[in-house]
C-alpha cells in the first residue's frame, strides 16, 4: 500500500457507523531525539529527550483469554533500545541502537511501553526516501502501528491514565511531518487523540496488526459513500488492508456482495473473512467477469484494470500504482476515535486482526521482516513482538 495525496483530518468523537468523519487540521507534532557518541550522528538537532531519571512504575495484565502476556513492573529508564536509520535507504540502514533517549511527553501525549508494532509498505518507502521532502528530520526511529501499555501521561490528558493498555497509529499524518521517533523501540511517545483501549479479548500483536490498516479500509469506504445494500469488489483481499475492507464491509457497512482477490493458497482465507465470490488472481482475470460492482477497492495497484470492473457511476479506490478515472486516491488520517467506534466489532469477533503466519517477527529480526514485507507476499499483517 503507497500512501500518497492529500486528505483531510478527521477528530476522534463519532457518533454513527458508517458516518462521514469531521475535519479538522491540527499540527502534526515532531519529536527529535539524540545518540551517544560512536552512534549515528545527529547533525543540526537539539537534545530535547536528554536523560532523565523519572520512575514511573505500572503493571499490566493482558486480559484476553487467548494472551499470557503481562508488561513487567519496572521503572522507566533514561534510555532504551531502538530501531534506527540515519540516511535513506535499503534494509541495510537498520541499525539496532541500545542508548536511544526515551522520548519526553508533551501536554496532549502519552508514553507508551511498546509491547508490539507492524510494519507497512509506508514505512518502506519513507526510509527509502520517496517523501523525504515532506519527512521529518533524518535520523529516524520507524514505525507507525503500536499496541502496548501507558507508562506516563500528559497534563491535558484525560482518557488514559498510567497502566491502561492502548493501541493506535503514531503519525496523524502519514507523510506530512510523520514523527521521527516511531513504534520500533522500547517506548513511543502518542498523542491521546491517536489512541483507542485494546480491545478485550486480543492480544498484543493482534492490536499491532490493525491500526493503520483498518482506518485506511473504513476512510476509504467512507469516501466512496458505501451503505447498505451496495457490491464491492476488493483487489489484493489477503493483505493486511484488504482482509479488513472486505469485514467492515459485511460487518459494519453491510454490503450485500464482496467479492475479492487472492493467489490459491488464500482463497479459503477470503472465503473466512466473508467474501462471497473469492477469486483467484492467478486463473482468472476479474475484469472480464459479467459482474460489475458498486465500489472496487484497489490495495494492489491494479487502477487501470480496476475501472473496468466498476458499475457507471461507481466508485474505485487506489491505494497505490497509477490512477485511472474515475478512481481516486487518499491519504488516511490516524483517528483513535474510528478505533474506538470499531472496537465493539473487534471485541465481539466480527472482525479480526489477521497476522502473518511467519511472524510474528522478533525484534532483533526487524530487517528480516521489513525484507519479507518487501516481497509484496505477506498475508495480513508483519508484525513484531515481544518489544524488550
Known amino acids: 500500500m503507497s500512501l500518497c495525496a492529500s486528505f483531510s483530518t478527521t477528530t476522534s468523537r463519532l457518533t454513527s457507523l458508517p458516518s462521514s468523519l469531521s475535519s479538522s487540521s491540527p499540527l502534526s507534532l515532531r519529536f527529535s531525539f539524540t545518540f551517544r557518541e560512536n552512534r549515528i550522528p545527529v547533525k543540526s538537532l537539539k537534545d530535547p529527550f536528554a536523560a532523565r531519571s523519572g520512575r514511573v512504575l505500572v503493571k499490566a495484565q493482558a486480559t484476553a483469554p487467548a494472551s499470557s502476556e503481562a508488561v513487567k513492573l519496572t521503572p522507566v529508564p533514561s534510555e532504551m533500545k531502538a530501531w534506527v536509520y540515519g540516511e535513506y535507504g535499503g534494509v541495510d540502514v537498520l541499525k539496532l541502537d541500545s542508548n536511544v533517549a526515551v522520548p519526553d511527553v508533551k501536554e496532549d501525549q502519552v508514553l507508551v511501553k511498546v509491547a508490539a508494532a507492524a510494519l507497512n509498505p509506508v514505512d518502506g518507502k519513507r526510509r527509502q526516501g520517496k517523501f523525504k521532502a515532506t519527512d521529518s528530520p533524518l535520523p529516524t526511529v520507524p514505525g507507525y502501528d503500536v499496541a502496548g501499555v501507558v507508562v506516563k501521561v500528559g497534563s491535558e490528558v484525560k482518557d488514559f491514565k498510567v497502566g491502561d493498555e492502548v493501541y493506535g497509529?503514531?503519525?496523524?499524518?502519514?507523510?506530512?511531518?510523520?514523527?521521527?521517533?516511531?513504534?520500533?523501540?522500547?517506548?513511543?511517545?502518542?498523542?491521546?487523540?491517536?489512541?483507542?483501549?485494546?480491545?478485550?479479548?486480543?492480544?498484543?500483536?493482534?492490536?499491532?496488526?490493525?491500526?493503520?490498516?483498518?482506518?485506511?479500509?473504513?476512510?476509504?469506504?467512507?469516501?466512496?459513500?458505501?451503505?447498505?445494500?451496495?457490491?464491492?469488489?476488493?483487489?489484493?483481499?489477503?493483505?493486511?488492508?484488504?482482509?479488513?475492507?472486505?469485514?467492515?464491509?459485511?460487518?459494519?457497512?453491510?454490503?450485500?456482495?464482496?467479492?475479492?482477490?487472492?493467489?490459491?493458497?488464500?482463497?479459503?482465507?477470503?472465503?473466512?473473512?466473508?467474501?462471497?465470490?473469492?477469486?483467484?488472481?492467478?486463473?482468472?482475470?476479474?475484469?472480464?467477469?459479467?459482474?460489475?460492482?458498486?465500489?472496487?477497492?484497489?490495495?494492489?495497484?491494479?487502477?487501470?484494470?480496476?475501472?473496468?470492473?466498476?458499475?457507471?457511476?461507481?466508485?474505485?479506490?487506489?491505494?497505490?500504482?497509477?490512477?485511472?478515472?474515475?478512481?481516486?486516491?487518499?491519504?488516511?488520517?490516524?483517528?483513535?476515535?474510528?478505533?474506538?467506534?470499531?472496537?465493539?466489532?473487534?471485541?465481539?469477533?466480527?472482525?479480526?486482526a489477521i497476522v502473518d503466519p511467519k511472524g510474528p517477527f522478533s525484534f532483533p529480526q526487524l530487517a528480516e521482516a521489513f525484507s519479507y514485507l518487501e516481497t509484496n507476499r505477506a498475508t495480513g499483517k508483519v508484525v513484531i513482538h515481544p518489544i524488550p
Open 169 to 352: 497509529n503514531v503519525n496523524e499524518k502519514a507523510l506530512e511531518g510523520p514523527k521521527q521517533f516511531g513504534s520500533l523501540a522500547e517506548y513511543t511517545a502518542v498523542e491521546e487523540k491517536l489512541l483507542a483501549a485494546k480491545p478485550k479479548n486480543i492480544d498484543f500483536a493482534q492490536a499491532a496488526a490493525l491500526p493503520l490498516a483498518i482506518e485506511t479500509a473504513y476512510e476509504g469506504l467512507e469516501r466512496t459513500g458505501f451503505s447498505p445494500g451496495k457490491s464491492i469488489l476488493v483487489l489484493n483481499g489477503s493483505g493486511g488492508v484488504g482482509s479488513l475492507v472486505i469485514q467492515l464491509a459485511k460487518q459494519v457497512f453491510g454490503a450485500s456482495r464482496v467479492a475479492a482477490t487472492s493467489s490459491t493458497r488464500n482463497l479459503d482465507l477470503l472465503k473466512s473473512l466473508g467474501a462471497d465470490l473469492a477469486i483467484d488472481y492467478t486463473k482468472e482475470n476479474f475484469e472480464d467477469l459479467s459482474e460489475k460492482f458498486d465500489v472496487v477497492f484497489d490495495a494492489i495497484g491494479q487502477c487501470e484494470r480496476a475501472v473496468k470492473a466498476v458499475k457507471e457511476g461507481g466508485s474505485v479506490v487506489a491505494l497505490t500504482g497509477g490512477v485511472t478515472p474515475p478512481g481516486f486516491r487518499f491519504v488516511v488520517t490516524s483517528n483513535g476515535g474510528v478505533l474506538r467506534k470499531l472496537n465493539p466489532y473487534l471485541e465481539s469477533g466480527k472482525v479480526k
